[in-house]
């Protein structure tokens, strides 16, 4: 929680100010890629939004997107991790080809494996995920699968205070 003091804004939680904090972290690939040989990234294929990747003779998808959870001291407000999860050949296509169509919001949401490691005490790979399409010009958004037991999933589902962002970006950035 929040208090306020003038124009000043004052964690009840810890006492300190939490200024300047930021509202997105994320990940530049999935975590595989990272762990891939460079001869697998070669013949693979890393865009911004998209990455594909063959390990053992076998295709893997994967699309980018935020994992938002609200911020309950600023309504309206969320933070994201901007995270990789990976999708069946069929999912990727199907979005691939509906990626500039206008009624592209509407179409149902497919699933897919979250693929990076966050900081949890609990692994954050696997999670399982519900991916869902916006207008073209706007990313999917990643919604987690509401029945999975994890502090993440929880998060994305009752918010986290100032004072939890704080000990985020604490935990990224060291
Ligand atoms: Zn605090």
Redesign the pocket.
Known sequence: MVGQRGNEWQ??????Q?QGLATVFGAQAPDVWLQATSTEREAGELTGDMCLLEVGGERHYFLRGPVEIPLIDAPGEVFSWSAWVSLSQESIQKIADHWDDPARASMPPVFGWLCNELPYDQPTTSIATHVHNREPGVVPYIELDPFTDHPLVREQASGI???RL??INKAVMG
């Open positions: 964690c009840e939680t810890c006492g300190h939490h205070s100032l004072h704080a000990e």
